[in-house]
């Protein structure tokens, strides 16, 4: 277990909440845009409307995004909730990203019918692009409508810069690696194959799971590892992640 706090000096940031809640999500394989209807904070470089998804920033650079959405399910189909941030080029149309992605999995058996989607990554975006966070259906049956609670639910988006910040952003576009290798409690290394911001204070070169720091200091780490079963007996499956430090 683990708690962390980091003071901001002078921050850009947009701190979005919604207090109203209960928009819902019930169709197989379906999407729903999230609206944020309070904003705490807003300033420059960020554009917002209340009670609307979008969000559209002014400046070239990187972005932190953190998020969590409490949501809460009805009916008695076993259900799965994912979220995903859609980048939209000023023109252009709405498109996944790559970093940020979330999960949760309702059994809607002994009260275990409420969960929370979160995730923090950084994102390189141009100015006049636009944001907005998207609940997903993730696994495809109808039978439970999955229903947003209010103030239970936040957006936040902190100008990080330009060239005056360091930074690291890596994914796996390939992705299909085989978490069953070597039985079980055996585990297996993370490769990442694309490369989309290496700053000096890193060094890294795809394909690799290995990343070196160039520079003593405090470095805030944030990842996501999106891991499909393909059900093939009723047995049950669980999986953990740990950062491995090498110094």
């Given amino acids: 277990s683990w ?17 109203a809640g ?6 197989d394989g379906g999407l729903l845009d999230l609206t944020w209807d309070n904003e705490d904070r807003k300033d420059m ?28 399910a009805t009916g008695s189909t076993r259900t799965g909730t994912g979220a995903v941030i859609q980048i939209q080029p ?3 149309s709405f498109t996944n990203s790559s970093n940020g992605w979330s999960s949760a999995y309702l ?14 990554t950084i994102l390189n975006l141009t100015s006049r692009d636009t944001i907005k966070l998207v609940l997903v259906d993730t696994d495809q049956s109808d039978g439970s409508t999955r229903t947003t609670d209010g103030n239970a639910m936040h957006f936040d988006i902190e100008f990080l810069g ?31 194959d694309t490369a989309d911001v290496v700053n000096s204070d890193f060094a890294f070169t795809p394909v690799s799971d290995t990343i070196t720091i160039n ?22 499956y669980d999986f953990s992640s740990e950062i491995l430090v090498n110094d």
């Fill in 22 to 27: 209960g928009d819902t999500l019930s169709t």
């Fill in 45 to 72: 470089p960020f554009v917002h409307q209340s009670g609307s998804s979008d969000v559209q920033v002014l400046f070239d650079g990187l972005y932190k995004i953190s998020y969590s959405v409490k949501h809460s």
């Fill in 107 to 120: 059994r809607m058996q002994n009260g275990i019918d409420e969960a929370a989607l979160s995730a923090s």
């Fill in 3 to 19: 708690f962390q706090i980091q003071q901001l000096s002078n921050p850009k940031v947009i701190i979005l909440q919604d207090v």
């Fill in 215 to 236: 520079t003593d200091g405090l470095y805030h780490i944030a990842y996501t590892t999106f891991v499909e079963r393909i059900a093939t007996s009723s047995a049950r």
């Fill in 162 to 192: 330009t060239s005056d910040v360091q930074a690291l952003i890596v994914h796996d576009d390939a992705g299909g690696d085989d978490l069953d290798v070597g039985g079980e409690f055996s585990s297996v290394n993370q490769f990442w």
């Fill in 90 to 92: 000023e023109g252009g």
